[in-house]
């Protein structure tokens, strides 16, 4: 059984591009949370999507959005990137969020 | 406003004595909560939950204790290994999968090294 994968693991972009992250849930989960992680801080919940509509969202600008397939996987995006959202994109699944399992992340570096 | 707060940043301690981390939260409608592992460059792993209906969770060398009344949760680890040695984060939710509570609450996490 696969876990939560995540693709690509590693991506350079710079300052004004965009990027496209991309998360396949765990089997059987129906529910995909994205989380920013800069380094020495903890995950910091962007958004979270269940039955393919956003359902509860972070403190983050309209730069970032999403969308959940019906396969429940699911795609993160952000505009117009900025140095400042270097950091790691943690993708998780779950269950009725009970207990998320992550995937291994991409680590977005913005010049 | 860190609602969930993990106070020490790192914690050392030698290979079979006891690791105790710590996690206090402010928002008294959390009733749920988690422990994670992480390794530098994975993601967290879940390592160990409790309910707020009780105030032990044990599974193996892992024990998460909640404090209800000072909002405080601690996770041992006896005895600790080299290979426990990774950033552990407190996690917390409210009651129920509505709104707010359909998201977890992270600390900042605190970073363990287990001495040989």
């Known amino acids: 059984d696969a876990g939560v994968t995540q693709s690509p693991t590693h991506l350079i972009k710079t300052r004004g591009q965009q990027v496209t992250l991309r998360c396949s849930p765990k089997?059987?989960?129906?529910?995909v949370s994205w989380y920013q992680q800069a380094l020495g801080q903890g995950p910091q919940f962007i958004f979270q999507?269940?039955?393919?509509?956003?359902?509860q969202r972070g403190n983050f600008p309209d730069r970032f959005s999403g969308h959940q397939f019906p396969n429940y996987s699911s795609e993160l995006n952000v505009n117009a990137l900025l140095l400042g959202d270097s950091a790691l994109y943690l993708c998780?699944?779950?269950?009725?969020?009970?207990?998320?399992?992550f995937g291994p992340g991409t680590r977005l570096t913005v010049l | 406003d860190q609602q969930v707060k993990q106070n020490s940043p790192s914690l050392s301690v030698q290979e079979g004595r006891i690791s105790i981390l710590n996690c206090d939260y402010t928002?008294?409608?959390?009733?749920?909560f988690l422990w994670y592992k992480k390794y530098p460059a994975e993601g967290p792993t879940f390592l160990i939950s409790?309910?707020?209906i009780k105030d032990k969770n044990e599974d193996g060398r892992f024990t998460v204790f909640l404090n209800k009344s000072a909002k405080h949760l601690s996770l041992h680890i006896v005895p600790s290994q080299p290979g426990d040695s990774a950033v552990y984060f407190c996690?917390?939710?409210?009651?129920?999968?509505?709104?707010?509570?359909?998201?977890?609450?992270w600390g900042l996490g605190t970073s363990l090294g287990v001495n040989p």
């Open positions: 928002n008294s409608m959390f009733d749920y």
């Open positions: 089997s059987g989960h129906d529910t």
């Open positions: 996690a917390a939710k409210g009651r129920g999968n509505a709104g707010n509570n359909r998201k977890l609450i």
């Open positions: 409790i309910s707020s």
């Open positions: 999507y269940y039955e393919e509509e956003e359902r």
């Open positions: 998780a699944s779950s269950l009725w969020v009970t207990r998320e399992f």
